[in-house]
């Protein structure tokens, strides 16, 4: 008694909607749109749970990059194809590069020690830079650098393929075997802690433009953004000239990268470095705009 009623398309009458269910379901909504505004907006970072995520997560990449099988023949043929792709383009400059450099032995060996260690080194520097002076923009920003070598895992499982120094009858130098430098978890007593054939795509290449560019955006010192944008410039000498990597080797890491740029703005509805530079005040307003 008392209870409202409507009239069904049928005719049939049949109690209303309740106001208190819809205004419920509104509150849900509503409860469902802070939650996500909240994780899509940038919170200050906590260094316990990055050092663990990081370690955490390169732990895992090396894992499943090495766990890949090791396709040796159909990544020489891959290989092939490659430089003779190259060759047909008349960009096949890698052996006379990699020859001229190994001539010079202080320069081979010095390329040898950068291959190995700046690779981690600037990247981690690049992380705790960003950490510590840039909050806002930290995890945006490591989400690219997470998103690009995930996708990167998913070129060395379709897609084998042998470095130059490798090559069948090519007379690439193994730089590191050669000038005996440690230089390389591929070649020497290390080669079977690293699966050899996983050089498409180049993540010395899509890490070092990652730390390039944000670097160059980011940084106040106009010296300091030149060496941001001459450090991807040099990694990519360093890789073709150590015989580890062909050109179009850094063409996928490049696009790896703009995959892990694509994702991050999708998640936080605005490229990395555009995002403000200190983080939300806690239950203030989100920042950023949800725009997708």
């Known amino acids: 008694m008392g209870e409202t009623t409507v009239t069904t398309i049928e005719g049939r009458e049949g109690p209303a909607a309740s106001p208190v269910a819809g205004e419920e379901e509104d509150r849900n909504g509503r409860s469902l749109l802070r939650r996500v505004q909240r994780l899509r907006t940038p919170r200050r970072p906590r260094l316990w749970f990055e050092i663990l995520l990081i370690a955490v997560s390169y732990w895992t990449y090396s894992l499943i990059r090495n766990a890949v099988p090791e396709q040796k023949a159909q990544a020489l043929k891959n290989a092939d194809w490659i430089w003779q792709i190259e060759q047909d383009l008349g960009i096949a400059v890698e052996k006379s590069v990699n020859h001229a450099v190994d001539s010079v032995t202080w320069l081979i060996v010095g390329m040898n020690y950068y291959y190995a260690t700046l690779h981690f080194v600037v990247t981690l520097g690049v992380l705790v830079w960003l950490f510590r002076k840039h909050p806002g923009r930290y995890a945006a920003t490591r989400l690219v650098l997470f998103a690009t070598t995930a996708v990167a895992l998913v070129g060395y499982y379709l897609y084998p393929l042998a470095p130059p120094r490798l ?12 000038h005996n430098t440690w ?81 991050a703005r999708l998640w936080y509805g605005s490229m990395p470095y555009a995002l403000p530079r200190e983080v939300a005040v806690e239950g203030a307003a989100p920042l950023v705009p949800l725009k997708v």
């Open 167 to 178: 090559m069948n009858n090519t007379q690439f130098i193994d730089t590191v075997v050669v």
């Open 183 to 263: 230089g390389s978890m591929a070649s020497g007593d290390l080669k079977n802690m690293s699966n050899q054939y996983a050089a498409m795509p180049s993540m010395h290449i899509g890490w070092s433009l990652w730390c390039g560019l944000t670097i160059f955006a980011l940084a106040s010192v106009p010296w300091v953004k030149v060496l941001g944008l001459l450090y991807p410039t040099a990694t990519l000498v360093v890789i073709v000239a150590t015989a580890n990597h062909f050109w179009l080797d850094a063409v996928g890491g490049m696009i790896c990268l703009a995959f892990g740029f694509a994702v």
